[in-house]
Protein backbone atom coordinates (compact mmCIF):
# COMPACT_ATOMS: atom_id res chain seq x y z
CA UNK A 1 0.00 0.00 0.00
CA UNK A 2 1.34 3.36 -0.86
CA UNK A 3 2.08 5.82 2.30
CA UNK A 4 1.47 8.69 0.27
CA UNK A 5 -0.14 8.70 -3.15
CA UNK A 6 0.08 11.88 -3.69
CA UNK A 7 2.55 15.60 -2.15
CA UNK A 8 2.30 18.03 -3.94
CA UNK A 9 4.79 20.25 -3.41
CA UNK A 10 4.42 23.70 -2.00
CA UNK A 11 5.75 25.51 -5.08
CA UNK A 12 3.60 23.60 -7.40
CA UNK A 13 0.53 24.68 -4.98
CA UNK A 14 1.13 28.31 -5.16
CA UNK A 15 1.80 28.00 -9.27
CA UNK A 16 -1.40 26.51 -9.85
CA UNK A 17 -2.96 29.80 -7.72
CA UNK A 18 -0.24 32.30 -9.30
CA UNK A 19 -2.10 30.98 -12.85
CA UNK A 20 -5.44 30.85 -11.63
CA UNK A 21 -5.28 34.78 -10.72
CA UNK A 22 -3.39 35.65 -13.77
CA UNK A 23 -6.30 33.85 -15.78
CA UNK A 24 -6.73 36.16 -19.04
CA UNK A 25 -10.42 35.90 -19.49
CA UNK A 26 -12.07 36.26 -22.51
CA UNK A 27 -15.29 39.22 -22.95
CA UNK A 28 -18.50 37.94 -22.05
CA UNK A 29 -20.95 37.30 -25.02
CA UNK A 30 -24.65 38.62 -24.92
CA UNK A 31 -25.36 35.14 -24.19
CA UNK A 32 -27.14 34.22 -20.72
CA UNK A 33 -26.17 31.12 -18.69
CA UNK A 34 -24.80 27.91 -19.95
CA UNK A 35 -26.03 28.23 -24.21
CA UNK A 36 -22.62 28.90 -25.49
CA UNK A 37 -20.47 26.63 -23.42
CA UNK A 38 -19.32 27.24 -20.04
CA UNK A 39 -21.13 29.93 -17.86
CA UNK A 40 -19.02 32.44 -17.23
CA UNK A 41 -20.27 32.94 -13.43
CA UNK A 42 -20.27 29.73 -12.39
CA UNK A 43 -16.78 29.71 -13.54
CA UNK A 44 -15.34 32.35 -11.93
CA UNK A 45 -17.03 31.48 -8.76
CA UNK A 46 -15.01 28.46 -8.86
CA UNK A 47 -11.69 29.46 -9.86
CA UNK A 48 -11.78 32.34 -7.00
CA UNK A 49 -12.16 29.24 -4.68
CA UNK A 50 -9.71 27.51 -6.33
CA UNK A 51 -7.26 29.75 -5.64
CA UNK A 52 -8.47 31.04 -2.46
CA UNK A 53 -10.17 29.14 -0.31
CA UNK A 54 -10.19 25.54 -1.24
CA UNK A 55 -8.52 23.28 0.90
CA UNK A 56 -6.58 21.01 -1.42
CA UNK A 57 -4.62 19.89 1.20
CA UNK A 58 -7.51 18.12 3.07
CA UNK A 59 -8.88 16.08 0.14
CA UNK A 60 -4.96 14.92 -0.60
CA UNK A 61 -4.94 13.66 2.71
CA UNK A 62 -8.36 11.76 1.97
CA UNK A 63 -7.30 10.45 -0.91
CA UNK A 64 -3.73 9.24 0.59
CA UNK A 65 -6.33 7.47 3.05
CA UNK A 66 -7.71 5.48 0.57
CA UNK A 67 -6.45 1.46 0.19
CA UNK A 68 -4.46 2.30 -2.83
CA UNK A 69 -2.09 -0.45 -4.08
CA UNK A 70 -0.01 -0.92 -7.37
CA UNK A 71 0.31 -4.30 -9.23
CA UNK A 72 2.04 -4.93 -12.36
CA UNK A 73 0.21 -6.47 -15.27
CA UNK A 74 1.81 -7.26 -18.81
CA UNK A 75 4.87 -5.27 -17.53
CA UNK A 76 2.58 -2.49 -16.99
CA UNK A 77 1.90 -0.71 -13.46
CA UNK A 78 -2.09 -0.27 -12.82
CA UNK A 79 -3.20 1.34 -9.30
CA UNK A 80 -6.26 0.40 -8.18
CA UNK A 81 -8.29 0.53 -4.57
CA UNK A 82 -9.40 -2.35 -3.15
CA UNK A 83 -12.29 -2.02 -0.32
CA UNK A 84 -12.37 -5.94 0.98
CA UNK A 85 -15.72 -7.18 2.09
CA UNK A 86 -17.19 -7.65 5.32
CA UNK A 87 -17.61 -11.35 5.20
CA UNK A 88 -15.96 -14.20 4.44
CA UNK A 89 -18.13 -14.92 1.08
CA UNK A 90 -17.86 -11.67 -0.75
CA UNK A 91 -18.41 -11.19 -4.29
CA UNK A 92 -15.11 -10.08 -6.10
CA UNK A 93 -16.17 -7.29 -8.54
CA UNK A 94 -14.24 -4.97 -10.70
CA UNK A 95 -15.57 -1.07 -10.95
CA UNK A 96 -14.06 1.16 -14.12
CA UNK A 97 -14.85 4.53 -14.28
CA UNK A 98 -14.84 6.70 -17.05
CA UNK A 99 -14.38 10.34 -18.35
CA UNK A 100 -13.82 12.32 -17.32
CA UNK A 101 -13.93 10.69 -14.13
CA UNK A 102 -10.64 9.37 -11.92
CA UNK A 103 -11.18 6.31 -9.16
CA UNK A 104 -12.09 8.91 -6.85
CA UNK A 105 -15.66 9.00 -7.80
CA UNK A 106 -16.04 5.33 -7.57
CA UNK A 107 -15.07 5.31 -3.58
CA UNK A 108 -19.03 6.45 -2.22
CA UNK A 109 -20.24 3.03 -4.25
CA UNK A 110 -17.05 1.03 -3.48
CA UNK A 111 -17.52 1.77 0.57
CA UNK A 112 -21.61 0.57 0.22
CA UNK A 113 -20.69 -2.46 -2.23
CA UNK A 114 -18.05 -3.87 0.47
CA UNK A 115 -19.52 -2.95 3.66
CA UNK A 116 -23.24 -2.92 3.47
CA UNK A 117 -23.90 -2.61 7.39
CA UNK A 118 -22.50 0.58 7.63
CA UNK A 119 -24.60 2.09 5.44
CA UNK A 120 -27.92 0.45 6.74
CA UNK A 121 -28.05 -2.83 5.40
CA UNK A 122 -27.04 -5.54 7.38
CA UNK A 123 -26.72 -8.65 6.04
CA UNK A 124 -26.97 -7.61 2.42
CA UNK A 125 -24.50 -9.03 0.05
CA UNK A 126 -20.90 -7.65 0.11
CA UNK A 127 -18.42 -7.74 -2.28
CA UNK A 128 -15.11 -7.11 -2.49
CA UNK A 129 -14.41 -4.22 -4.46
CA UNK A 130 -11.15 -3.11 -7.33
CA UNK A 131 -11.49 0.03 -8.50
CA UNK A 132 -8.73 0.11 -10.99
CA UNK A 133 -7.53 3.98 -12.27
CA UNK A 134 -7.65 3.47 -16.38
CA UNK A 135 -3.70 3.82 -18.24
CA UNK A 136 -3.46 7.91 -18.44
CA UNK A 137 -5.49 9.08 -15.95
CA UNK A 138 -4.51 9.68 -12.48
CA UNK A 139 -2.44 7.76 -11.07
CA UNK A 140 -1.78 4.75 -13.59
CA UNK A 141 0.69 5.95 -16.24
CA UNK A 142 0.06 6.33 -20.21
CA UNK A 143 0.86 3.01 -22.05
CA UNK A 144 3.76 3.76 -24.07
CA UNK A 145 2.38 2.17 -27.48
CA UNK A 146 -0.21 3.04 -29.81
CA UNK A 147 -2.41 1.24 -29.42
CA UNK A 148 -1.70 -0.06 -26.25
CA UNK A 149 -2.85 -3.32 -24.11
CA UNK A 150 -6.53 -3.41 -24.71
CA UNK A 151 -7.99 -2.25 -21.06
CA UNK A 152 -9.86 -5.32 -20.54
CA UNK A 153 -7.10 -7.94 -20.79
CA UNK A 154 -4.82 -5.32 -17.98
CA UNK A 155 -8.23 -5.60 -15.87
CA UNK A 156 -8.75 -9.43 -15.95
CA UNK A 157 -4.75 -10.11 -15.06
CA UNK A 158 -5.35 -7.41 -12.31
CA UNK A 159 -8.03 -9.76 -10.92
CA UNK A 160 -6.65 -13.16 -11.61
CA UNK A 161 -3.44 -11.83 -9.89
CA UNK A 162 -5.02 -10.64 -6.86
CA UNK A 163 -6.76 -14.18 -6.74
CA UNK A 164 -9.95 -13.57 -8.22
CA UNK A 165 -10.64 -16.53 -10.37
CA UNK A 166 -14.47 -15.63 -10.99
CA UNK A 167 -15.28 -12.42 -10.46
CA UNK A 168 -18.09 -9.54 -11.56
CA UNK A 169 -17.88 -6.10 -13.71
CA UNK A 170 -19.12 -2.92 -13.44
CA UNK A 171 -18.84 0.12 -15.28
CA UNK A 172 -20.41 3.28 -17.16
CA UNK A 173 -18.85 5.42 -20.07
CA UNK A 174 -15.70 4.06 -20.81
CA UNK A 175 -15.98 1.54 -17.94
CA UNK A 176 -19.49 0.66 -19.66
CA UNK A 177 -17.34 -0.52 -22.94
CA UNK A 178 -14.46 -2.19 -21.34
CA UNK A 179 -17.15 -4.09 -18.78
CA UNK A 180 -18.30 -5.34 -21.91
CA UNK A 181 -14.74 -6.20 -23.91
CA UNK A 182 -13.90 -7.88 -20.47
CA UNK A 183 -17.36 -10.18 -20.36
CA UNK A 184 -16.66 -10.77 -24.25
CA UNK A 185 -12.79 -12.49 -24.07
CA UNK A 186 -12.86 -13.94 -20.25
CA UNK A 187 -16.42 -15.41 -20.28
CA UNK A 188 -14.76 -18.31 -18.15
CA UNK A 189 -13.95 -15.51 -15.31
CA UNK A 190 -16.51 -13.02 -15.70
CA UNK A 191 -19.70 -14.22 -14.01
CA UNK A 192 -21.49 -10.99 -15.03
CA UNK A 193 -21.24 -7.53 -15.77
CA UNK A 194 -23.46 -4.10 -14.56
CA UNK A 195 -23.21 -1.62 -16.90
CA UNK A 196 -24.76 2.14 -17.23
CA UNK A 197 -24.66 1.72 -21.42
CA UNK A 198 -24.69 -0.85 -23.66
CA UNK A 199 -22.51 -0.56 -27.63
CA UNK A 200 -24.95 -0.40 -30.29
CA UNK A 201 -25.87 -3.95 -31.49
CA UNK A 202 -24.35 -5.54 -34.50
CA UNK A 203 -27.55 -5.70 -36.32
CA UNK A 204 -29.90 -2.79 -35.83
CA UNK A 205 -32.39 -3.88 -38.90
CA UNK A 206 -36.24 -3.83 -37.70
CA UNK A 207 -36.34 -1.57 -34.63
CA UNK A 208 -39.39 -1.18 -32.50
CA UNK A 209 -40.71 2.22 -32.27
CA UNK A 210 -38.75 2.80 -28.82
CA UNK A 211 -35.53 1.70 -30.34
CA UNK A 212 -36.16 4.07 -33.18
CA UNK A 213 -36.85 6.79 -30.80
CA UNK A 214 -33.36 5.99 -28.74
CA UNK A 215 -31.35 6.31 -31.99
CA UNK A 216 -33.22 9.86 -32.70
CA UNK A 217 -32.07 10.32 -29.36
CA UNK A 218 -28.89 9.51 -29.52
CA UNK A 219 -28.22 11.20 -32.94
CA UNK A 220 -30.19 14.66 -31.31
CA UNK A 221 -27.69 14.24 -28.20
CA UNK A 222 -24.50 13.96 -30.61
CA UNK A 223 -25.60 16.90 -32.38
CA UNK A 224 -25.86 19.45 -29.30
CA UNK A 225 -23.41 18.03 -26.87
CA UNK A 226 -20.94 15.99 -28.66
CA UNK A 227 -18.44 18.20 -29.77
CA UNK A 228 -15.72 17.01 -27.04
CA UNK A 229 -16.10 13.49 -28.37
CA UNK A 230 -15.65 14.23 -31.93
CA UNK A 231 -12.93 16.98 -30.67
CA UNK A 232 -11.12 14.43 -28.23
CA UNK A 233 -11.72 11.33 -31.34
CA UNK A 234 -10.31 13.09 -33.86
CA UNK A 235 -8.08 16.11 -32.94
CA UNK A 236 -6.87 15.57 -28.94
CA UNK A 237 -4.08 16.95 -28.86
CA UNK A 238 -5.20 20.53 -30.31
CA UNK A 239 -6.92 21.22 -27.13
CA UNK A 240 -4.76 19.57 -24.77
CA UNK A 241 -2.25 21.82 -24.92
CA UNK A 242 -4.16 24.30 -23.67
CA UNK A 243 -6.18 22.56 -21.08
CA UNK A 244 -2.74 21.25 -19.77
CA UNK A 245 -1.21 24.82 -19.79
CA UNK A 246 -4.11 26.71 -17.79
CA UNK A 247 -5.84 25.43 -14.85
CA UNK A 248 -9.22 27.84 -15.97
CA UNK A 249 -9.14 26.58 -19.13
CA UNK A 250 -9.02 22.99 -17.82
CA UNK A 251 -11.95 23.49 -15.39
CA UNK A 252 -14.28 24.90 -17.84
CA UNK A 253 -13.95 21.66 -20.15
CA UNK A 254 -14.47 19.88 -17.15
CA UNK A 255 -17.22 21.40 -15.33
CA UNK A 256 -19.39 21.89 -18.31
CA UNK A 257 -19.79 18.12 -18.46
CA UNK A 258 -20.32 18.01 -14.51
CA UNK A 259 -23.60 20.42 -15.00
CA UNK A 260 -24.86 19.25 -17.94
CA UNK A 261 -24.33 15.39 -17.56
CA UNK A 262 -26.40 15.67 -13.90
CA UNK A 263 -30.16 15.30 -12.20
CA UNK A 264 -29.15 17.98 -9.69
CA UNK A 265 -30.36 21.07 -10.66
CA UNK A 266 -26.98 23.20 -12.09
CA UNK A 267 -24.31 20.10 -9.84
CA UNK A 268 -22.88 23.31 -8.74
CA UNK A 269 -23.78 24.05 -4.84
CA UNK A 270 -22.18 21.67 -1.75
CA UNK A 271 -20.09 18.69 -2.22
CA UNK A 272 -20.03 19.30 -5.54
CA UNK A 273 -18.09 21.93 -5.42
CA UNK A 274 -15.33 20.13 -3.74
CA UNK A 275 -15.56 17.02 -6.04
CA UNK A 276 -15.11 19.24 -9.05
CA UNK A 277 -12.16 20.59 -7.64
CA UNK A 278 -10.77 17.94 -6.29
CA UNK A 279 -10.95 15.95 -9.69
CA UNK A 280 -9.47 18.91 -11.99
CA UNK A 281 -6.83 19.54 -9.34
CA UNK A 282 -6.22 15.66 -9.80
CA UNK A 283 -5.66 16.51 -13.70
CA UNK A 284 -3.67 19.63 -13.25
CA UNK A 285 -1.17 18.01 -10.32
CA UNK A 286 -0.61 14.94 -12.60
CA UNK A 287 -0.39 16.20 -16.15
CA UNK A 288 -3.16 13.78 -16.81
CA UNK A 289 -5.39 15.56 -19.39
CA UNK A 290 -4.16 14.50 -22.74
CA UNK A 291 -3.38 10.76 -21.68
CA UNK A 292 -7.29 11.44 -20.60
CA UNK A 293 -8.48 11.71 -24.77
CA UNK A 294 -6.45 9.08 -25.77
CA UNK A 295 -9.31 6.19 -25.51
CA UNK A 296 -11.23 8.21 -27.97
CA UNK A 297 -8.73 8.71 -30.29
CA UNK A 298 -7.66 5.19 -30.27
CA UNK A 299 -11.05 3.47 -30.47
CA UNK A 300 -11.46 6.33 -34.04
CA UNK A 301 -8.00 4.57 -35.27
CA UNK A 302 -7.44 1.75 -33.62
CA UNK A 303 -11.62 0.53 -33.89
CA UNK A 304 -11.94 -2.77 -31.29
CA UNK A 305 -14.72 -4.26 -33.28
CA UNK A 306 -18.04 -5.32 -32.14
CA UNK A 307 -19.45 -6.16 -28.78
CA UNK A 308 -21.40 -8.96 -27.90
CA UNK A 309 -22.08 -10.45 -24.84
CA UNK A 310 -23.66 -13.91 -23.36
CA UNK A 311 -22.88 -13.60 -19.60
CA UNK A 312 -25.92 -12.57 -17.82
CA UNK A 313 -26.04 -8.38 -18.05
CA UNK A 314 -27.42 -5.99 -15.77
CA UNK A 315 -28.29 -2.35 -17.27
CA UNK A 316 -29.51 0.46 -14.84
CA UNK A 317 -30.57 3.40 -16.76
CA UNK A 318 -30.37 6.44 -15.46
CA UNK A 319 -32.51 9.33 -16.58
CA UNK A 320 -30.08 12.33 -16.69
CA UNK A 321 -27.75 10.29 -18.53
CA UNK A 322 -26.48 11.11 -21.53
CA UNK A 323 -28.87 8.51 -23.28
CA UNK A 324 -31.21 6.31 -22.36
CA UNK A 325 -31.37 2.39 -23.97
CA UNK A 326 -34.11 0.90 -24.27
CA UNK A 327 -34.06 -3.03 -23.01
CA UNK A 328 -34.63 -4.41 -26.10
CA UNK A 329 -31.63 -2.70 -28.05
CA UNK A 330 -29.72 -3.59 -24.83
CA UNK A 331 -30.89 -7.26 -25.70
CA UNK A 332 -29.47 -7.34 -29.37
CA UNK A 333 -25.90 -8.02 -28.37
CA UNK A 334 -25.87 -8.51 -24.32
CA UNK A 335 -27.41 -11.70 -22.73
CA UNK A 336 -29.75 -8.94 -20.58
CA UNK A 337 -31.07 -10.78 -17.40
CA UNK A 338 -31.62 -7.27 -15.53
CA UNK A 339 -32.89 -4.04 -16.49
CA UNK A 340 -33.66 -0.77 -14.28
CA UNK A 341 -34.99 2.48 -15.17
CA UNK A 342 -33.78 4.52 -12.11
CA UNK A 343 -35.90 7.25 -10.55
CA UNK A 344 -33.00 10.10 -10.28
CA UNK A 345 -29.61 10.13 -11.65
CA UNK A 346 -27.13 10.69 -14.39
CA UNK A 347 -23.58 10.40 -15.64
CA UNK A 348 -22.50 10.28 -12.37
CA UNK A 349 -23.98 7.92 -10.70
CA UNK A 350 -21.51 6.64 -8.74
CA UNK A 351 -21.20 10.07 -7.27
CA UNK A 352 -25.01 10.96 -7.58
CA UNK A 353 -27.16 8.20 -6.58
CA UNK A 354 -24.47 5.66 -4.64
CA UNK A 355 -27.03 4.61 -3.04
CA UNK A 356 -29.03 3.52 -5.52
CA UNK A 357 -26.43 1.90 -7.67
CA UNK A 358 -25.33 -0.16 -4.94
CA UNK A 359 -28.71 -1.71 -4.61
CA UNK A 360 -29.17 -2.31 -7.98
CA UNK A 361 -25.74 -3.91 -8.06
CA UNK A 362 -26.41 -6.02 -5.46
CA UNK A 363 -30.04 -7.47 -7.26
CA UNK A 364 -28.11 -8.11 -10.42
CA UNK A 365 -25.55 -9.95 -8.19
CA UNK A 366 -28.43 -12.03 -6.63
CA UNK A 367 -29.44 -13.21 -10.47
CA UNK A 368 -25.83 -14.93 -11.50
Known amino acids: MSEALIAVPDADLDELRRRIRATRWPRPWPVAGWGAGTDPGALRRLAEWWADGFDWRAQERAINALPSYWATVDALPVHYLRFDGETADSVPIVLTHGWPSTFLEEVELAKRLARPS ?35 ELWHGLMTGLGFDRYLAHGGDLGAGISAR ?35 QGEQWYAEEGGYEHLQRTRPLTPAYGLNDSPVGLLAWLLEKYRAWTDHGDGLSGRSDELILTQASLYWFTGAIAASFRPY ?43 TQMPRGGHFAATEEPDLLAADIRAFAALV
Open 297 to 339: WEHNNYPPGPVRVSVPTGLAVFPADLVQPPRAWAERNYNVVHY
Open 182 to 216: LAQAHPEAVAGIHVLAVADPIDQSQPTGEESAYVA
Open 118 to 152: SYGEAGATSFTVVVPSLAGFPFTPEQPTLPGVPTH
